[in-house]
Every structure is written in structure tokens, then in C-alpha cells.
């Protein structure tokens, strides 16, 4: 059974770092597309970063573009998003989803797997 575990979230202070880790259990990390997204309360849920399982191509939200770096370790079954430079609006539930190859578009509803999402509060 496919499950993803996230981990890393907590509250940090203004310009504070945080590194999120998805764990992926019951499947081959190396043939899935893998993407982080939020959601806020009162918001959408939204695309943060994404990585492809081709090439490792990655995109990135214009907002946290040079503060986040998405990475991935198909040995360790592991996704991480190391977040610097946090922000009060970074704030909100981030979720590790899933899918089967793909490129790295970064889009709700292509991605079929997702973990139960984790707290990420950023204090002013």
C-alpha cells in the first residue's frame, strides 16, 4: 500500500529555516513525480515546488523561488524542501504528493497520491 509520511513542520520565527521530509512507503520513489503543496487556511491548496522523475527537473512557486530548494533521495525513499528565509504567509498545511513519471508541473489535480500534511507556522 502506497503511503507518504511527512515530517519537518513545526513553528519557526521570521526568516527562520525548516526542513520538511516526505518518507515514501510501499513503492519505487525513483518512477514518481514528486511535489510539495500548501494550503492555507481560507485558500486553495497550491503548488510549492515539484520534482520530475526523469531528470529531476524542478519548479518552483514564484514566491518561494531562491528561499526553497526541493531534493530527493530515491535510496532513502525520501523527498525533502528545505525552507530558508520563512515567511508569515509561508504559513499553512504542506502536503507530499505523488505520481507516476511525469514532467515537474506542479498541479493539484495530476497528482493522485498525497500524505496527510504537516503544520508549517511562520511567527512575525
Known amino acids: 500500500q502506497l503511503q507518504l509520511v511527512e515530517s519537518g513542520g513545526g513553528l519557526v520565527q521570521f526568516g527562520g529555516s525548516l526542513r520538511l521530509s516526505c518518507l515514501a512507503k510501499?513503492?519505487?520513489?525513483?518512477?514518481?513525480?514528486m511535489g510539495w503543496f500548501r494550503q492555507a487556511p481560507g485558500k486553495e491548496r497550491e503548488g510549492v515546488s515539484c520534482i520530475s522523475s526523469k531528470d529531476n527537473t524542478q519548479t518552483y512557486l514564484d514566491s518561494v523561488k531562491g528561499r526553497f530548494t526541493i531534493s530527493r533521495d530515491d535510496a532513502k525513499s525520501t523527498m525533502y524542501l528545505e525552507m530558508n528565509s520563512l515567511k508569515p504567509e509561508d504559513t499553512g498545511v504542506y502536503y507530499c504528493?505523488?505520481?507516476?513519471?511525469?514532467?515537474?508541473?506542479?498541479?493539484?489535480?495530476?497528482?493522485?497520491?498525497w500524505g496527510q500534511g504537516i503544520q508549517v507556522t511562520v511567527s512575525s
Open positions: 510501499g513503492f519505487t520513489l525513483r518512477y514518481y513525480t
Open positions: 504528493a505523488a505520481r507516476v513519471n511525469g514532467d515537474a508541473t506542479c498541479v493539484t489535480e495530476r497528482f493522485g497520491y
